[in-house]
């Protein structure tokens, strides 16, 4: 699991840091959903991937430890 990919990805989503030119949301779409289905993800991060709660996701990346709402 490459989690500086993942957190690159959420922050394309989010809109906190622009698309290249090389790609676009589409594709960016198709990794969060190919990294949601990735077996041994902590559960809460699954939780938010799965969902698609990307703004979430990208909060327990920084503070995983923290409690978190669903």
Not at 14 to 34: G, N, S
Not at 41 to 67: F, M, Q, V
């Amino acid at each position: 699991m490459d989690f500086d990919i993942l957190r690159i990805d959420l922050e394309h989503v989010t809109q906190q840091r622009p698309y290249t030119e090389q790609e676009t949301a589409v594709d960016v779409l198709r990794r969060l959903d190919a990294f949601a289905a990735q077996a041994g993800l902590p559960k809460r991060l699954s939780h938010y991937l799965t969902r698609r709660s990307y703004i979430k996701a990208l909060d327990w990346l920084d503070h995983p430890e923290a409690p978190h709402l669903q």
